[in-house]
């Protein structure tokens, strides 16, 4: 049995939904069991991270579990589902996190990981993280702007990244979870190529076949527009340093860790573009 928490978000919807084709045995984690579409043939439970007891009744039974914390200041979800994980003797533990944990130039986003990592690392199960990159789907927050012909907001300046379709993530946490022999490692996961935001618009110009332009936001304008996410204050000034060291270079970074799990090279942004389309096209 494989615990998949964050089960509807979009690395974790992907990975049951892989799981569950492969004809795996796959328990869903979410807070909203009723409301949730998960496909046939998966266990769902109610898990909230807040409450601890319903993780480890979550975890009763799984051998393997994929772990989805909250990104944010507080580390105490990761370290509670560890803890879960481990009263319930799960054997092999796979956690998400984010590309440069630890690093100082990020500012405080660069720490949200850190217990968790720690925590998976120390657990005594036979352990993978796995550090993605910036989303080529963080684009979709982009769709409602190219749909009206406005310019696109640029939070990160030409500043460019590693991007990656979030389908290797998903894939590569699937070949992880299921073979123990690539445990033991930290993954970091790129697409094969940096592109900067005016590099995303323009790929998208090309498979849309109209412009698309952007508009740099000054960091007040792009707390404003973090706020207006709905995010905390905490995390809204988390993701304006972050922004400010992806602005400065600081995540041009590609690796090859995607190719050596699935035996293939990542994805590109086009080729995520090319498939997604319809988001972007006008209603």
Same mark, same amino acid.
Request: aromatic share 4%; hydrophobic share 40%; glycine share 12%.
């Given at each position: 049995m494989i615990l998949v928490t964050g089960a509807t978000g979009t690395i974790g919807s992907e990975v049951v939904r892989l799981l569950a084709a492969r004809g795996e045995k796959v328990r869903a984690l979410t807070r909203h069991p009723a409301k949730a579409r998960i496909q046939p043939g998966v266990e769902v439970v109610r898990g909230d991270y807040l409450d601890p007891g319903s993780l480890e009744a979550a975890m009763? =039974?799984?051998?393997? $579990?994929?772990? #989805? !914390? #909250?990104? /944010?200041?507080?580390?105490?979800?990761? @370290?509670?589902?560890?803890? $879960? $994980? /481990?009263? $319930? !003797? #799960? /054997?092999?533990?796979?956690?998400?996190?984010?590309?440069?944990? =630890?690093?100082? !130039?990020? =500012?405080?986003? !660069?720490?949200?990981?850190?217990? /968790? @990592?720690?925590? #998976?690392? @120390?657990? =005594?199960? @036979?352990w993978v993280v796995l550090r993605p990159s910036s989303f080529a789907s963080n684009t979709l927050s982009w769709a409602e702007a190219i749909r009206a012909g406005t310019p696109v907001p640029n939070m990160t300046g030409d500043g460019p990244q590693g991007v990656i379709d979030p389908r290797d993530v998903s894939e590569v946490a699937v070949r992880v979870l299921l073979d123990g022999q690539l445990a033991g490692r930290t993954y970091t996961l790129t697409g094969p190529e940096t592109i900067s935001v005016p590099g995303q618009t323009a790929v998208l110009a090309g498979v849309l076949g109209r412009p698309v332009t952007t508009r740099d936001l000054s960091p007040e304008e792009t707390r404003e527009h973090l706020l207006a996410w709905g995010l905390g204050a905490a995390q809204a000034e988390g993701i304006l340093a972050g922004s400010a060291f992806v602005r400065r270079g600081g995540n041009a970074v590609v690796t090859d860790d995607v190719r050596q799990v699935l035996g293939r090279t990542a994805r590109t942004y086009r080729e995520w573009a090319q498939d997604n389309r319809a988001a972007f096209a006008a209603v």
């Amino acid at each position: 049995m494989i615990l998949v928490t964050g089960a509807t978000g979009t690395i974790g919807s992907e990975v049951v939904r892989l799981l569950a084709a492969r004809g795996e045995k796959v328990r869903a984690l979410t807070r909203h069991p009723a409301k949730a579409r998960i496909q046939p043939g998966v266990e769902v439970v109610r898990g909230d991270y807040l409450d601890p007891g319903s993780l480890e009744a979550a975890m009763s =039974g799984a051998t393997a $579990a994929f772990l #989805v !914390g #909250v990104p /944010g200041p507080d580390t105490r979800h990761d @370290e509670d589902l560890v803890a $879960a $994980a /481990g009263a $319930a !003797g #799960v /054997g092999r533990l796979v956690k998400l996190s984010a590309i440069a944990t =630890g690093d100082p !130039g990020v =500012g405080p986003s !660069g720490t949200w990981h850190v217990a /968790g @990592e720690r925590a #998976v690392r @120390e657990s =005594g199960a @036979e352990w993978v993280v796995l550090r993605p990159s910036s989303f080529a789907s963080n684009t979709l927050s982009w769709a409602e702007a190219i749909r009206a012909g406005t310019p696109v907001p640029n939070m990160t300046g030409d500043g460019p990244q590693g991007v990656i379709d979030p389908r290797d993530v998903s894939e590569v946490a699937v070949r992880v979870l299921l073979d123990g022999q690539l445990a033991g490692r930290t993954y970091t996961l790129t697409g094969p190529e940096t592109i900067s935001v005016p590099g995303q618009t323009a790929v998208l110009a090309g498979v849309l076949g109209r412009p698309v332009t952007t508009r740099d936001l000054s960091p007040e304008e792009t707390r404003e527009h973090l706020l207006a996410w709905g995010l905390g204050a905490a995390q809204a000034e988390g993701i304006l340093a972050g922004s400010a060291f992806v602005r400065r270079g600081g995540n041009a970074v590609v690796t090859d860790d995607v190719r050596q799990v699935l035996g293939r090279t990542a994805r590109t942004y086009r080729e995520w573009a090319q498939d997604n389309r319809a988001a972007f096209a006008a209603v």
